[in-house]
């Protein structure tokens, strides 16, 4: 058991009062492979998606072929991931792992995030300018389109 498991009812009470939760907690904890799949049964989510960002592709890829393979399923199914030419997403996937550049891309797509329901910025203690970008259009998406839209900003402690 992962300690951050042991706060994941709390953080999804948090997430359901708040639009915006910052979770800091010591790397190997957790974080980005048990907080997400957990959250995923949230009443505040809808039937939404979420889209996690990611600084690295190796980041994503390992990332959503671990958290598939702890579901028992195939990196596509439930948790899917896209990084730059390369997608691995159906209409089943409930979990999208992205690098961080492909957000603003999305946001040009589709700006009003119609399908998540929450946003997680994983490791944002790497700051980047894509990182940045992207959050500053996801806090401006929420409040100019989406006031339900959730965000939850992972760090290290």
């Known amino acids: ?36 799949p957990a959250l995923l049964a949230a009443k505040f989510l809808k039937g939404k998606k979420i889209l996690m960002l990611e600084p690295r592709r190796l980041a994503a890829r390992s990332c959503a072929a671990y958290i598939a393979s702890k579901l028992g399923e195939r990196v596509g199914e439930t948790v899917g991931y896209q990084v730059r030419l390369e997608r691995k997403i159906s209409r089943d996937t409930r979990l999208e792992i992205v690098t961080e550049g492909l957000l603003a891309q999305r946001l040009i797509e589709d700006p009003e995030l119609a399908d998540v329901g929450l946003v997680i910025f994983d490791e944002f203690h790497e700051r980047s300018l894509a990182c940045d970008l992207g959050f500053a259009m996801t806090v401006d998406v929420r409040r100019a389109l989406r006031e339900d839209l959730r965000i939850l900003v992972i760090r290290h402690a």
């Open 1 to 36: 058991m992962f300690p951050v498991e042991k706060i994941i009812p709390a953080l999804a009470d948090s997430l359901e009062r708040n639009r915006s939760v910052v979770l800091r907690a010591p790397p190997g904890s957790g974080k980005t492979t048990c907080v997400p």
